[in-house]
């Protein structure tokens, strides 16, 4: 009865081992995919948040504005026809 309780121990402990080596590799795994994600980010010529904001309100306005002047230009042609 005592080996059977020793090889489950070993067997015990042989799986607690694995499974933290196991969390080690995925940490490992993690943060070289994370280092190699943020080189290929860096690579690429993307905006920040700010820059795209910044044109994004530009666009809005200049949409505005020329609703504005859409709306104008068919006030005066209404004029013009009457």
Do not use: C, P, Y
């Not at 799986?15 to 994600?37: C, I, S």
């Amino acid at each position: 009865m005592q080996t059977n309780n020793k090889i489950m121990d070993d067997i015990a402990k042989l799986a607690t081992g694995a499974a933290g080596t196991l969390h080690g590799v995925k940490n490992e795994m993690e943060g070289q995919f994370r280092a190699w994600f943020e080189k290929q980010i860096t690579t690429m010529d993307l905006v920040s948040r700010e820059e795209f904001e910044v044109v994004r309100a530009m666009a809005e306005k200049a949409r505005l504005e020329n609703q504005e002047l859409r709306a104008e230009i068919d006030a005066l042609k209404s004029d013009i026809e009457t």
